[in-house]
Nanobody, 123 residues
Framework: QVQLVESGGGLVQAGGSLRLSCAAS????????MAWFRQAPGKEREFVAA????????YYADSVKGRFTISRDNAKSTVYLQMNSLKPEDTAIYYC????????????????WGQGTQVTVSS
């Protein structure tokens, strides 16, 4: 497993941007697929975006496609989530997750999690 620490959350107005970072510890970061999930109050944790271990393939939830971009820097053991054109419905705690070979994009497919970072979008 890897240890994950998210940062970059905060309060932003609708239409604004934020960039989340997730720093990983461990020498095997480059072998893990990475993902971002989010959880709003009273809702289940949902998939946002994922990136393959080399960064060649990316996947997005329909709700964020065209607005969010996931990327990674294996030299820095860090994965990013650039969030543009934010909407109030993007308000949630955002979690970084890692898995060596995930079966899919359910939260149960990922075994390592960060503590989360709050993103609040005001209207």
């Amino acid at each position: 497993q890897v240890q994950l620490v998210e940062s970059g959350g905060g309060l932003v107005q609708a239409g604004g941007s934020l960039r989340l970072s997730c720093a990983a510890s461990g020498r095997t970061f480059s072998t893990y697929s990475m993902a971002w999930f989010r959880q709003a109050p009273g809702k289940e944790r949902e998939f946002v975006a994922a990136i393959s271990w080399k960064g060649i393939r990316t996947y997005y939830a329909d709700s964020v496609k065209g607005r969010f971009t996931i990327s990674r820097d294996n030299a820095k053991s860090t994965v990013y989530l650039q969030m543009n054109s934010l909407k109030p419905e993007d308000t949630a705690i955002y979690y970084c997750a890692a898995e060596a070979a995930p079966y899919g994009f359910k939260f149960t497919d990922f075994g390592s999690w960060g503590q989360g970072t709050q993103v609040t979008v005001s209207s």
